[in-house]
C-alpha cells in the first residue's frame, strides 16, 4: 500500500487554501463583506466626528462639513484609513475560517526582526529619492515657505502614529486579502498580483496618467516583494517610509496638509525619481533577503484521512490465507482454566479452612 504524497506548501498569495475549510465563494463574499463594513465603519467614523465638531464650535467648510484644521483633519483621515485593518483581519478569521495571522507572512504572524532589516534599507534609499524631488522646481513657480515648529512639531508627532496604520491598512487590504483572494483561484502569482496594483491605483484617484502608472508600479513592487519574501514586512516598511516623507515634506510648507493632491496627481520628472527609489529598495530587499533568507510557503493542511477501524478484523489480503474462525480465542486443544468455585467470591484457597469469620 503507497502513501500518497504530502500536498505541496503554499506560498503567500495561495495562503486562503490553508483553511481545511476553504470553498471558492468564501474569497468573493469575504470581499463584499471587507467593503460593505469598512464603508459602515467609516461613514460612523466621520459622522461621530462630524457632530462633535459641531458641538465644540468648529466653523463648516463649503460643503457643510466640520474644518478641524490641517492637523487634526489629517489625523482623521489618517485614522479612516487604518480601521481597514481590524475590519479585513476579522474577515480572515470568521469568512476565511484560518488564523488572522496567516495575512501578515507565511509563518503565521509578523516577523519584526525581518521588518526592521527592511526599515533600515528603506529609509536611506527613499531619502534619496526624495532628496531628488525636492530639488526639482516647484509646479507654477511656487516657493517653499518653511510652517514652523510650532505645525511642524506636533504635525509630525502625528505622522509618526498614525501613517503607519495607515500604511499597513493599506497593504493589508491591497497586497494581503485582495492578492490572496485572487490567488485562491490561480496558481500564478502573476495573476494574483496584478489586479490588486491596477485597483490600488484606481483607489487613489485619477490625477495624471504619469501618476496612475506610478501607482501601478508601487503596487506591483510590493506585491512581488510580498511574495517573493513570504510576508507583507517589507511592502508595508515601503509604503510607510515613502509616505513619511511625503506627509512631513508637506507638513514642513505652510498649508501643505490642507492639499488635496496625492501620488495621483504626479508629474514625469517626480514619478522617474519615485520609480527608481522603489526599484532601488527592491534590489536592496533582494539583496538582504540573500543574505538572511526568510520562510517563503507554508505547510499545506493535510487531506482527511479514513475514519479509524475501531474492534474490526482487517480484510483479508489478497495471496495470503484468512484468519482462523477461533482467531482471538485460545488455539484449538489448549486446555481452559478451571471455573472459581464460588462465582461471587472467587475460588477458594486450600489453606484457608472452613471456620466461620469471627
Excluded at 478641524?68 to 476565511?96: K, N, Q, R
Excluded at 515634506?249 to 522617474?272: F, H, I, K, Q
Amino acid at each position: 500500500m503507497t502513501t500518497p504524497p504530502p500536498p505541496e506548501p503554499l506560498p503567500y498569495h495561495r495562503l486562503a487554501r490553508l483553511s481545511v475549510h476553504h470553498r471558492w465563494w468564501r474569497p468573493l463574499v469575504g470581499t463584499l463583506v471587507v467593503a460593505v463594513v469598512y464603508m459602515i465603519v467609516v461613514a460612523v467614523l466621520y459622522g461621530v466626528a462630524d457632530e462633535w465638531g459641531s458641538r465644540q464650535g468648529y466653523p463648516e467648510d463649503r460643503d457643510g462639513f466640520v474644518e478641524f484644521g490641517p492637523v487634526p483633519g489629517t489625523a482623521l483621515d489618517l485614522l479612516a484609513l487604518a480601521v481597514g485593518i481590524p475590519v479585513v483581519l476579522l474577515a480572515v478569521c470568521w469568512i476565511g475560517q484560518r488564523p488572522a495571522g496567516t495575512l501578515s507572512s507565511v509563518t503565521g504572524r509578523l516577523r519584526w526582526r525581518w521588518l526592521a532589516r527592511c526599515a533600515l534599507t528603506a529609509v536611506p534609499v527613499l531619502a534619496l529619492a526624495t532628496g531628488g524631488m525636492i530639488l526639482l522646481p516647484g509646479d507654477h513657480g511656487e516657493e517653499f515657505r518653511w510652517a514652523g515648529w510650532t505645525v511642524f512639531g506636533p504635525a509630525l508627532a502625528m505622522l509618526f502614529v498614525l501613517v503607519p496604520l495607515q500604511a499597513a491598512a493599506e497593504e493589508y487590504v491591497f497586497r494581503g486579502w485582495l492578492t490572496q483572494a485572487v490567488g485562491s483561484w490561480v496558481r500564478s502569482p502573476w495573476f494574483a498580483l496584478l489586479p490588486q496594483a491596477v485597483l490600488f491605483a484606481a483607489a487613489h484617484g485619477w490625477g495624471t496618467p504619469w501618476g496612475f502608472a506610478d501607482l501601478v508600479v508601487f503596487g506591483a513592487a510590493a506585491g512581488w516583494l510580498t511574495w517573493r519574501t513570504g510576508g507583507l514586512e517589507a511592502s508595508v516598511v515601503l509604503h510607510t517610509v515613502n509616505n513619511l516623507f511625503a506627509f512631513a515634506g508637506m507638513a514642513a510648507t505652510v498649508d501643505g496638509l490642507r492639499s488635496d493632491e496625492t501620488a495621483a496627481d504626479a508629474t514625469w520628472p517626480l514619478v522617474a525619481l519615485d520609480v527608481a527609489g522603489i526599484a532601488l529598495y527592491t534590489a536592496s530587499v533582494v539583496w538582504l533577503l540573500r543574505r538572511r533568507p526568510q520562510v517563503r510557503t507554508a505547510p499545506a493542511p493535510l487531506p482527511p484521512g479514513p475514519p479509524p477501524a475501531f474492534a474490526t478484523p482487517y480484510p483479508p489480503v489478497a495471496g495470503f490465507p484468512a484468519p482462523p474462525p477461533w482467531a482471538g480465542r485460545p488455539a484449538p486443544g489448549t486446555p481452559e482454566p478451571p471455573a472459581p468455585r464460588d462465582p461471587g467470591r472467587g475460588e477458594i484457597p486450600p489453606w484457608s479452612g472452613t471456620g466461620s469469620a469471627r
